[in-house]
């Protein structure tokens, strides 16, 4: 059991100098002689978890994509126990989740430059790119769920499918994205704020929308 605490600890380590590399030079930064150097660990020590780069990057994806869904996991069931919730409730709770996806602060900002250079280079790398498509299919059932929820509690249309505005959903999500990242002089936080609000706004009943 040590060994087994000890080694995910390790990998922990090393994923946060991952990331760290990432931000700093870009993706092709973050090999395993400059992870080695930034642990302080030697290259062959890394290299007993990750034997090459491309590994060292899927490992990278993943743990990103287990923190964000960890992150906004929690804020979904934030309040949870305090029973049902009210529409505009729903609505509240939903919208801070999801605003988790999105590079709202300059943290968050250096997070999804690299899950961008990530998902670019999985297009033409195949080792990278079953990764890739995993993320994309995490994101959908989550994007599903909250949907799911927001029917359930009255936010949404009763007669919408979830998978359909999920995918919708997902377009209005990964535009933000890439403009507030590529272009931010053309795409403040508070604007991102109002087209994810007017979004979610459109899915609601016909009375309430009116």
Do not use: N
Not at 70 to 77: K, M
Not at 119 to 136: D, G, S
């Amino acid at each position: 059991m040590v060994r087994t605490i000890d080694s995910e600890a390790r990998r922990r380590v090393l994923a946060d100098a991952v990331w760290r590399l990432i931000r700093q030079g870009g993706l092709e930064a973050a090999s395993v002689r400059a992870v080695a150097a930034e642990t302080g660990l030697s290259a062959g020590s890394v290299r007993h978890f990750f034997a090459t780069q491309d590994e060292l990057h899927v490992f990278a994806m993943e743990e990103l994509l287990r923190r964000m869904t960890a992150r906004v996991e929690d804020t979904l069931s934030a309040d949870a126990a305090a029973g049902p919730a009210s529409p505009a409730r729903a609505r509240a709770r939903v919208r801070a989740a999801l605003l988790d996806l999105l590079p709202t602060t300059a943290e968050s900002a250096a997070d999804f430059h690299a899950h961008l250079q990530f998902i670019v280079k999985a297009v033409i790398h195949r080792p990278l790119e079953p990764t890739a498509r995993r993320v994309h299919e995490e994101l959908q059932r989550f994007y599903e769920r909250c949907l799911d929820y927001l029917v359930l509690t009255g936010a949404a249309r009763a007669d919408l499918d979830p998978t359909a505005a999920a995918g919708e959903l997902a377009v209005v999500m990964d535009g933000l994205v890439l403009r507030r990242l590529t272009a931010p002089e053309l795409l403040g936080v508070e604007r991102m704020f109002d087209v994810l609000d007017g979004h979610l706004r459109g899915l609601a009943p016909a009375q309430e929308a009116s």
